[in-house]
């Protein structure tokens, strides 16, 4: 059975779209069930081209990828998510939706690239994506199939700090 993973950010233009696609990309290359997708509380309605770039310079398929609400997966025709992280402060001080089927929640922050000065930008972002992917290598390691919600609560945790 397919493990679905919700990330989460405000915009939905940067962070989570990087951790979708990390998520996804190693998921695939580790032949790994577990599905990624990705949402904002406030969507732009845009990505950041300096994500999509950060992204595509590492081998990751950004075809499909899109700014979208959290609303799409709240209802009753939404994949049911095993777990929602969120990657940036504001969206994970914000009052999430509940989420169908009751996932594990885990909040694994990351400054913001889109912070950085223009010209440190690249840098900044492909930073973040490496910083993502390996927090994401690590939630691959897991035993998702076998593991209660307590046991993945914790590993989500130590992950979150290590």
Same mark, same amino acid.
């Given at each position: 059975?397919t493990?679905?993973?919700?990330?989460? +950010?405000?915009?939905?233009?940067?962070?989570? $779209?990087?951790?979708?696609?990390?998520?996804?990309?190693?998921? !695939? #290359?580790? @032949? *790994?069930?577990?599905?990624?997708?990705?949402? @904002?509380?406030?969507?732009?309605? *845009?990505i950041?081209?300096?994500?999509? !770039? /950060?992204?595509? /310079?590492?081998?990751?398929?950004?075809?499909?990828? *899109?700014?979208k609400?959290w609303?799409?997966?709240?209802g009753?025709?939404?994949?049911?998510?095993r777990?929602?992280?969120? $990657? +940036? =402060?504001?969206?994970?001080?914000? &009052?999430?939706?509940?989420?169908?089927?009751s996932? $594990?929640?885990?909040?694994?922050?990351?400054? =913001?690239?889109?912070?950085?000065?223009?010209?440190? *930008?690249?840098? /900044?972002?492909?930073? &973040?994506? !490496?910083?993502? @992917?390996? #927090?994401?290598? !690590?939630?691959?390691?897991?035993?998702?199939?076998?593991?209660g919600?307590?046991?993945?609560q914790?590993?989500?945790? #130590?992950?979150?700090?290590?």
């Amino acid at each position: 059975m397919t493990t679905n993973v919700l990330i989460l +950010c405000t915009h939905n233009s940067a962070r989570s $779209v990087l951790s979708e696609g990390m998520l996804n990309h190693w998921a !695939q #290359r580790l @032949g *790994r069930d577990v599905r990624a997708y990705s949402a @904002g509380s406030a969507p732009s309605g *845009r990505i950041n081209p300096h994500a999509t !770039q /950060a992204l595509a /310079a590492a081998g990751v398929d950004t075809r499909g990828h *899109r700014s979208k609400s959290w609303d799409e997966f709240t209802g009753p025709e939404a994949p049911n998510m095993r777990i929602v992280i969120t $990657v +940036c =402060d504001s969206a994970a001080a914000e &009052t999430c939706p509940w989420w169908p089927g009751s996932p $594990v929640k885990a909040h694994w922050g990351y400054p =913001d690239p889109s912070n950085a000065p223009e010209a440190d *930008r690249p840098q /900044a972002f492909e930073l &973040t994506r !490496q910083a993502i @992917g390996y #927090r994401m290598l !690590q939630l691959l390691a897991l035993p998702l199939e076998t593991m209660g919600d307590a046991e993945l609560q914790q590993a989500l945790d #130590r992950i979150a700090v290590a």
